[in-house]
């Protein structure tokens, strides 16, 4: 199969509507956080060198390495999920004959499951980079493209609790108490950040008559 980036947008949809056990929730989590820091980047582009945007430039110039930077782990991102899922499958059709043998598979699948959630968690942690700079779009950047601003917000959030949905269902089945206890630590602190900095900037939002639940 090609590298999951580089399919058409018709082909990824296609592939992950099969029954195709990946790409999944994992690998479409870090399609959406690469969507909203392409948005991102996108309304600092309309920005920047515009002179009744001056006071911004600095603030845009951030966001366009910050957001190139980040889009493109993310797209690396996409087929990391996918295969690290592969790890656990392989794992699973392991001998099992001998107690050695079963030893080893179950060695495996535990290595397998921690890198399952390996990847998801850094796919949040890189998502949750995309709410400061989605709110200096929303802030900051041109009127026009506030709501792409707002967008790239909400599709961070999404690429946020996706991936930690993916971290903590591996999580319920790996024997090492300190690596599920730091995991779901990291992950409940980017679960909370995710969400309060999306409601700040969908306040921005209903200051603009765009956004109605914030102000219920």
């Known amino acids: 199969m090609a590298d999951l980036k580089d399919l058409t947008v018709e082909g990824f949809v296609q592939i992950t509507s099969s029954d195709e056990p990946a790409p999944g929730g994992g690998s479409v989590s870090a399609l959406a956080g690469a969507l909203g820091a392409a948005l991102a980047e996108m309304v600092a582009r309309l920005t920047t060198g515009r002179e009744k945007y001056a006071d911004a430039e600095e603030a845009m110039q951030l966001v366009l390495k910050e957001a190139a930077q980040i889009k493109e782990e993310l797209l690396l991102a996409i087929q990391k999920d996918s295969s690290s899922f592969e790890q656990y499958m392989t794992a699973l059709s392991m001998p099992k004959s001998t107690e050695e043998e079963k030893a080893a598979r179950r060695a495996a699948m535990q290595d397998g499951l921690k ?8 796919v949040a942690r890189t998502a949750g980079r995309i709410l400061p700079l989605a709110r200096l779009a929303v802030t900051q950047g041109n009127s026009n493209a506030v709501t792409d ?5 909400m599709m961070a959030r999404t690429a946020v609790l996706g991936a930690l949905f993916n971290v903590r269902i591996n999580l319920s089945s790996i024997r090492d108490e300190a690596f599920t206890s730091a995991m779901a630590e990291e992950a409940d602190r980017l679960e909370a950040e995710a969400l309060k900095g999306e409601q700040e900037i969908l306040g921005e939002a209903a200051k603009l008559g765009l956004y109605r639940a914030a102000l219920v």
């Open 115 to 122: 890198a399952a959630a390996q990847v998801p968690m850094s």
């Open 149 to 153: 601003g707002l967008v790239a917000t």
